[in-house]
């Protein structure tokens, strides 16, 4: 069984930075195609960013492009997401999700993934 353990969230002022990492644990890690999510409070879940197994293709949301960097490291099985410039709206539980690699690549931004982790809590004071 797939397991995905989320860490580094906490409290940040804004305009400061917090690394997320995500440790994967089951089956092969390099086969899976990992992504990270947030959820705001009263909003939906919404994409922010994935990375293919190769790290070669790599995806952002509009929203962070240029302040957040997803990399993965296959060899430690982790995950991780760099958030610079961070702002109160990036608060918002980050939920870190692989994907089969035999889905489509559309669905790397739109979803669905096949594995969650119990996501971590990001709070940006302004």
């Known amino acids: 069984q797939v397991q995905l353990v989320e860490s580094g969230g906490g409290l940040v002022q804004a305009g400061g930075s917090l690394r997320l990492a995500c440790v994967y644990s089951?089956?092969?890690?390099?086969?899976?195609?990992m992504g990270w999510f947030r959820q705001a409070p009263g909003k939906e879940r919404e994409f922010v960013a994935a990375?293919?197994?190769?790290?070669?293709?790599?995806y952002y949301a509009d929203s962070v492009k240029g302040r957040f960097t997803i990399s993965r490291d296959n060899a430690k099985g982790t995950v991780y997401l760099q958030m610079n410039s961070l702002k109160p709206e990036d608060t918002a539980v980050y939920y870190c999700?692989?994907?089969?690699?035999?889905?489509?690549?559309?669905?790397?931004?739109?979803?669905?993934?096949?594995?969650w982790g119990q996501g971590t809590q990001v709070t940006v004071s302004s």
């Open positions: 999700a692989a994907q089969e690699p035999d889905r489509s690549i559309a669905s790397m931004t739109r979803g669905p993934y096949d594995y």
């Open positions: 089951g089956r092969t890690f390099i086969t899976y195609r």
């Open positions: 990375i293919m197994l190769s790290g070669g293709s790599i």
